[in-house]
Nanobody, 118 residues
Framework: QVQLVESGGGLVQPGGSLRLSCAAS????????MGWYRQALGKQRESVAG???????NYADSVKGRFTISRDNAKNTVYLQMNSLKPEDTAVYYCNARWGPGNVFTSWGQGTQVTVSS
């Protein structure tokens, strides 16, 4: 099992930046599949950015070129650097980890609110 705690959300003006952090309760060096999701009010949760097996990264088309996912295994932390934020990026952002045979196990953080508004 692994517990995830997100932080770094807040209110930012359009064009601004935020860095989200996802701290894990144990080592994440063996967890290939970790990522960020978001859920806007009244909408379904969607994938934003993630690491896949082999160390590859993927991004939603809507955030490509603006968001960057990174990880520091020594700190058991995954980050999401968000630049050039837009009002449509407003959502609760969740961290996710998947592990085990066929990624059978999954864990979610409690989420952190990001609001982009002037």
């Amino acid at each position: 099992q692994v517990q995830l705690v997100e932080s770094g959300g807040g209110l930012v003006q359009p064009g601004g930046s935020l860095r989200l952090s996802c701290a894990a309760s144990r080592s994440i060096s063996s967890i290939d599949t970790m990522g960020w999701y978001r859920q806007a009010l009244g909408k379904q949760r969607e994938s934003v950015a993630g690491f896949t097996s082999g160390g590859n990264t993927n991004y939603a088309d809507s955030v490509k070129g603006r968001f960057t996912i990174s990880r520091d295994n020594a700190k058991n932390t995954v980050y999401l650097q968000m630049n050039s934020l837009k009002p449509e990026d407003t959502a609760v952002y969740y961290c996710n980890a998947r592990w085990g045979p066929g990624n059978v196990f999954t864990s979610w953080g409690q989420g952190t609110q990001v609001t982009v508004s002037s």
